[in-house]
């Protein structure tokens, strides 16, 4: 059950490894489940979630050292996801979208995630990565 602060719902979820991707979905999709959110939202949430981990695994390949962490946190106005990782930077809002992976639809997933979710904050530092986004919930 994710905790609540301040009337907030919390997740927080840790993955690693060749297993990081799937793992991450389906921890989302429970949070987004628990949630009762709407389903239009809860798969934009999943997608949004697969698409920048798998981004963050094709720009530095998920390997056991690999750790990526994932907060959401539910707001009245949408969700708030931040994303930490220890690989090489990946920066969403400069990446190109452009037709760069055909075979896997050309950067239409980076396209997805700029058009459904708003782009907070990016740094990289020795630390490693961070991402911060809000998602806006639609609900039905």
């Not at 999943?46 to 963050?56: D, F, G, Q, S």
Request: aromatic content about 4%; overall charge negative; hydrophobic content about 40%.
């Amino acid at each position: 059950m994710p905790s609540r602060e301040s009337g907030e719902v919390r997740k927080r979820i840790h993955v690693a490894g060749p297993t990081a991707l799937g793992d991450a979905i389906a921890s989302t999709r429970h949070y987004g489940l628990e949630l009762d959110l709407a389903a239009r939202d809860l798969a934009r949430l999943c997608i949004v979630v697969e698409e920048l981990i798998t981004n963050l695994c094709e720009h530095g390949v998920c390997e056991t050292e690999r750790e990526i962490k994932l907060e959401l946190v539910r707001h009245p106005s949408g969700l708030h996801l931040v994303f930490l990782d220890n690989g090489a930077p990946f920066d969403p809002r400069t990446a190109s979208a452009a037709d760069d992976m055909p075979q896997r639809g050309g950067g239409a997933g980076l396209r997805l995630v700029r058009a459904w979710a708003e782009i907070i904050h990016y740094e990289s530092s020795d630390a490693g990565n961070r991402l911060e986004l809000m998602l806006t919930l639609a609900g039905d």
